[in-house]
């Protein structure tokens, strides 16, 4: 019997409860002993079988999903619902009618979607949250870049380094944060970094949504400096960092 009629012997074997005994692939294989360890080694070097005492047992699936590290979106909508619900509707209103707007994916950035309806503006997002929430709306454009979807976050993000965005110009960005610091805006996840770089830069002013619990947390990696954003709309600014934005010309509204 070929290598390849056993392999396929051993894998069908473990159909039935996912596992199989040495002494049952003896008896299915009339191979030696050493022979049948081969096979087995070949199967699990490719991922197929994982060796156990007594026998073999069927591979786990191996999720090949991307995946972000941070709060997933379904946990964070819950979280400071009404003051992000302020600074959404705060934001909405620095849209002009018919303007063409870049929405970064977040929970705070989507709610500003309620409050576009009405204004047949053109918006760039990588949130499938943002798409949904304005396809309803009659005279709403909508463009999304190419890229994986990440579940966590329900939002489309293409590799360092990789072209993904339409010809666009839209000159307001209105994005999200993990954190406000000294340090600058930040993300918990260097993949949201990348893909939000790529968004300042084509940004001629860059607009942040954030509640103030985002100045508690000041931890990730480094999305900008403070001096590259023109506006932030929050609902409450720790004293020790009003000085700082001033200093650094950052533009603050409070949404209440």
């Not at 290598?3 to 030696?32: D, H, K, M, N, Q």
Request: one cysteine or more.
């Amino acid at each position: 019997m070929h290598a390849a009629e056993r392999e396929r012997l051993i894998v069908e074997a473990l159909g039935p409860t996912g596992f199989v005994s040495y002494r049952e692939l003896e008896c299915l294989l009339e191979a030696s002993p050493a022979t049948i360890r081969r096979d087995l080694t070949r199967l699990e070097e490719e991922g197929r079988i994982v060796r156990v005492h007594g026998g073999a047992k069927q591979a786990e699936p191996v999720d090949m999903a991307p995946r972000l590290v941070g709060t997933p979106f379904d946990q964070s909508i819950t979280l400071n619902a009404a003051a992000k619900r302020a600074i959404g509707k705060a934001a909405a209103a620095l849209v002009s009618p018919g303007e063409g707007i870049m929405v970064d994916g977040g929970t705070t950035t989507l709610q500003m979607c309620p409050h576009l309806s009405g204004l047949r503006c053109q918006v760039l997002t990588n949130s499938l949250h943002i798409v949904n929430a304005l396809l309803p709306q009659e005279g709403t454009g909508i463009l999304v870049p190419s890229g994986s979807v990440f579940r966590e976050q329900n939002i489309i993000l293409a590799a360092a380094g990789e072209e993904s965005m339409p010809r666009f110009h839209a000159p307001k960005l209105f994005m999200g944060a993990a954190s406000v610091g000294p340090q600058g805006i930040m993300q918990a996840d260097i993949i949201l970094v990348a893909a939000e770089r790529r968004l300042i830069d084509r940004a001629e002013e860059v607009i942040l949504l954030v509640d103030s619990s985002k100045f508690r947390d000041q931890s990730g990696t480094i999305v900008c400096k403070l001096d590259e954003v023109d506006t932030i709309i929050t609902d409450a600014v720790p004293p020790d960092m009003e000085a700082i934005l001033q200093r650094n010309q950052v533009k603050v509204i409070i949404a209440q």
